[in-house]
């Protein structure tokens, strides 16, 4: 049996584990903005001399794909350790 202390240890571990590689990943790796701009459109039913100019914002980085599995392969390691430690007795 698993008990209430242990598994705040557990769970404060792994917080820890992921604060750290969060950090490193915004420290050495930062996110930027890139504005992706698509063809201007008129609106359908309208009177007046306007047109709309559609923009969408993207977050990229440049080792984004290493980060993330980086980061997936720590959440598998760590979900199997939680799975482990709560069916052993």
Not at 31 to 57: A, C, G
Request: aromatic letters at 16%; proline letters at 6%.
């Amino acid at each position: 049996m698993v008990n209430e202390y242990e598994m705040y240890l557990v769970l404060s571990v792994f917080l820890a584990l992921d604060l750290v590689i969060m950090t490193a990943w915004s420290l050495t790796n930062p996110f930027y903005p890139e504005m992706e701009y698509f063809p201007r459109e008129k609106p359908d039913m309208s009177d007046k001399d306007i047109e709309f100019l559609p923009q969408l914002l993207h977050c990229r980085s440049q080792n984004l794909n290493i980060w993330y599995g980086k980061y997936i392969a720590q959440a598998v390691c760590r979900d199997n350790t939680i799975q482990y430690s709560f069916n052993t007795t």
